[in-house]
């Protein structure tokens, strides 16, 4: 069975630091790029941050940029976004992504999410 199991979330202050993990099973995870998406309510869900398969290249939104760092431990199949100087805006549920071209198929799988909360 696939699986990506986000956990990690919470209720923080501003300013405050939380780490989302994503484990995966089921899949072959070293051939995927992963990404964490967020969506705060009321709003459509964004992308926050990915990173590659293939060299472990990353990517940010700009409003993490400098506070947000991605991560991939293989040995594990964890994949973790440490969030810093959290501010109320990155209030959302957290998503976890993967993405992979294998063939002509493409597959992808989304976590159930977890929930941050940051009070001002």
């Known amino acids: 069975e696939v699986q990506l199991v986000e956990s990690g979330g919470g209720l923080v202050q501003a300013g405050g630091s939380l780490r989302l993990s994503c484990a995966a099973s089921g899949f072959a995870y070293d051939d995927y790029a992963i990404g964490w998406f967020r969506q705060a309510p009321g709003k459509e869900r964004e992308g926050v941050s990915c990173i590659s398969a293939s060299d472990g290249s990353t990517n940010y939104a700009d409003s993490v940029k400098g506070r947000f760092t991605i991560s991939r431990d293989n040995a594990k199949n964890t994949i973790y976004l440490q969030m810093n100087s959290l501010k109320p805006e990155d209030t959302g549920v957290y998503y976890c992504?993967?993405?992979?071209?294998?063939?002509?198929?493409?597959?992808?799988?989304w976590g159930q999410g977890t929930q941050v909360t940051v009070s001002s």
């Open positions: 992504n993967g993405v992979a071209i294998i063939g002509l198929t493409r597959y992808e799988y």
